[in-house]
């Protein structure tokens, strides 16, 4: 097929997914009002027309076709910083559909146990590639009584299982939380949610499927209103994306399309990839978050006259190193990128998670000092329909006056984009998932213990010590 047009993506949305969203029954996303922002917003990883983007979202493959960049797998510095660049210029849904990458970078271990299912892998990444495919990371269980296992849950689909293997593929029954954009996708690509034991055997389960399978539904919720002002919502309005939980109701997956079912041992590795590339692509999104709460911090103060308050220089410092931590953690994760034993070369893990836990575990700080900076206006700032009221207009512009080369209107539209995008409907989604998309903080805990060089640490203390080998 190629390269998707804009008309043949919003189309491709019409096959029959069963979405269910604010009590409606959703037969056609591309008419329904709640999906007019995140259509618009995806359609713009299909603008292949815009001559400025499309050799960043573009590039040739082995095969001499030209398909999405985001299918494109790192072989060379180049090529990562490449995929850096496209991230800055991609939404959610193609952000999302890097889980190929995460697929691709675990497939010579998925070959060891099971060649099949490595060739599946290939042939799905190949297949979403030529038909400009988008796919969703499906992997978070609703996981019922976290102090027992999937199998002692006091419902067996309270982590998605296998309920049955057949000559045509396995079917699977549970639901799957949390997963952004997965009504504007076309592939469901599912991961276990965490290493399973050899007792929760059916819950080790890997696999893709199209969201329009019979027996998949989606329910979904979104961070905004399908119809915001513009100007009280500067965020919001542009930026709407919902997050689905995904219903697998006795699905049958073909075996030509599982990765994985029931090899308990793979689990982990499956779950642990998607992590990687996940929280690299969130701090893409990070670093450009910062720089712009920064401005918009400095804004702030200067419109209030208080540029020389040693007290808010303070401040705007604080969001200045934040800032620049992250873009160094990501920068020094890339230089020091990591091969796998195919050639695909991918970010340093323990950079990338050492950056990621700074930025999520730091993030409510910053807030704190942008929320000081702005004050009380943040929240209590009058509407756009105000300003525009003849009365009630002219009492603000009068009393939101500070400077004379300040513009009121300029000033509201600052204060709408702090309250927007940090207290309010994007804000609030904002606050959760950075510390929760790509695993909470514990992840990166976790993953930061088991790969910092602990021995070759505890060996620079001991010789500090003044500590000798015994022998």
Known sequence: MGLMTQEQYVESLRDGRVIYWDGDKITDPPAHPNFRVPIEVAKGDYDYDNPEKRGIITYETEDGELAHRVFQVPRTEEDLQARIKLA?????????????????????????????????????????????????????????????????????????????????????????????????????????????????????????????????????????????????????????????????????????RVFLAGESRLATVFARSLGLWERTMGLVAAAESAQMLVGLAQLVVEMQGKERDIGAQNTIAELVCYAEMIKMGLDYACKHYETTPNGMIHPNILAVNAAKYYYAANYHAMMRNIHDLGGGLVLTLPMEADLRHPEAGAYLRKYMHTKPDVDVEDRMRVYNMIRDYTADAYGGWHQVTTLQAGGGLIAQRIMMNQLFDMEGAKAKARRAAGIRPKH
Request: charged share 25%.
């Open 88 to 256: 800055h210029n991609m939404s959610m849904v193609g952000g999302v559909t890097g889980v190929y990458m995460a697929l691709l970078q675990i497939k010579d271990q998925v070959a060891e146990l099971n060649p099949q299912y490595a060739e599946n892998i290939e042939n799905l990444y190949r297949y979403a590639r030529a038909n400009d495919l988008r796919g969703a990371e499906v992997i978070t269980d609703a996981k019922g009584d976290r102090s027992r296992k999937a199998h002692e849950q006091d419902d067996p689909d309270l982590f998605l299982r296998i309920v049955e293997r057949n000559n045509e593929g396995i079917v699977v029954r549970g639901a799957k939380f949390h997963i952004s954009a997965g009504s504007l996708v076309h592939e469901l690509v599912v991961m276990p949610t965490k290493g399973m034991r050899q007792d929760e055997a059916d819950y080790a389960v890997s696999f893709s499927i199209p969201v329009n399978a019979p027996g998949v539904k989606m329910i979904n919720r979104s961070f905004a209103p399908a119809e915001l002002n513009e100007f009280d919502y500067p965020a919001s309005s542009h930026h709407s994306c919902p997050e689905a939980m995904v219903i697998f109701d006795d699905v049958l997956v073909p075996w030509g």
